[in-house]
């Protein structure tokens, strides 16, 4: 019995891609650590919050993942590309799925108490941004700006979970993971521009076409260079900083260069790889920037 409750788990997290959680988590202490500068570096429980951070984030991205999975069943099956998801293909069970996505729920709300009262108080907030995207494609082309909010949100999360309170200028990092990820996933939903034709299903590429969507991606990622920008501005950081920003600017260059129009046989390095490059080397650098910046104070 507990060997194969651990198999049906194993499965859930293949499903959900639990390994990309990577993705906005580096954004989110990102902005963790801007907040922890901000305090001073003298944080109380520092380590236990960032554990929390943690938590959250990953907890609230596999709710949202595994909901997602649940929702898109019926659609996943029809479509070539999906049909051997998880779920579609019987591999897991809708039951065990939607038990998985109440108890990362929990975890998530947990995790929201063991931090401060504001962040307990905004976690159904968030909940339902991150489940709300689900049901977007159904009725709204901008379904790629609701997924790149419900990752945006969380270097603001984090600020509120060190300080607790919002501070304004977090919002540019907000703004930069949601153009961002709505850049990346635009990319991504080109591989779907006939079958979410056939569907009535809502996207980017199915109302200007793909040529016009990965125009759309580009535009995205140059204003989300120019948030990042602004950011540095805001909170006066360094040479270091602008570095990094730099080296997502060159990635998200070539990340652009891998599609076309006509040939999309890279969209999986596009999406996977390269995305994780971006926010790990942005955490990096960002991160060593902060705390440079600490040892010149």
């Known amino acids: 019995m507990l060997r194969h409750f651990w198999n049906r788990l194993r499965l859930t997290l293949e499903m959900i891609?639990?390994?990309?959680?990577?993705?906005?988590?580096?954004?989110a202490l990102t902005g963790a650590l801007l907040a922890i500068r901000e305090?001073?570096?003298a944080t109380p429980h520092l380590g236990w919050r960032i554990f929390w951070i943690i938590v959250a984030m990953v907890a609230a991205r596999s709710a949202a993942m595994a909901f997602n999975r649940i929702l898109d069943a019926p659609i996943d099956a029809r479509n070539p590309r999906t049909a051997a998801r998880h779920l579609p293909a019987g591999v897991l069970s809708r039951r065990f799925a939607w038990g998985f996505t109440a108890a990362a729920s929990a975890v998530f709300i947990v995790a929201a108490r063991a931090l401060n009262d504001l962040c307990f108080y905004l976690a159904p907030a968030a909940l339902a941004v991150v489940f709300l995207y689900s049901f977007t494609k159904r009725f709204t082309s901008l379904s790629h700006v609701v997924l790149g909010l419900s990752l945006g949100i969380a270097p603001a999360a984090a600020?509120?979970?060190i300080r607790g309170f919002l501070d304004p200028r977090i919002l540019w990092l907000t703004a930069a993971v949601t153009l961002w990820t709505a850049g990346f996933d635009i990319i991504y939903a080109c591989q779907d521009f006939e079958f979410d034709g056939r569907e009535g299903l809502f996207s980017l590429p199915r109302r200007f076409g793909i040529a016009g969507a990965l125009w759309i991606s580009r535009l995205f990622h140059l204003a989300m260079i120019g948030c990042l920008g602004a950011l540095v501005y805001a909170f006066s950081l360094g040479a270091l900083s602008l570095a990094g920003l730099a080296a997502v600017a060159l990635l998200l260059a070539y990340e652009q260069?891998?599609?076309?129009?006509?040939d999309l046989s890279r969209v999986n390095a596009a999406f996977f790889t390269v995305n994780g490059y971006v926010s790990v080397l942005f955490f990096l650098f960002w991160a060593a920037d902060i705390f440079l910046l600490r040892q010149g104070t």
Not at 257 to 262: D, F, K, Q
């Open 257 to 262: 260069s891998l599609v076309r129009p006509g």
């Open 17 to 27: 891609r639990f390994e990309h959680s990577v993705f906005a988590l580096p954004f």
């Open 39 to 41: 305090d001073g570096f």
């Open 159 to 161: 600020w509120i979970a």
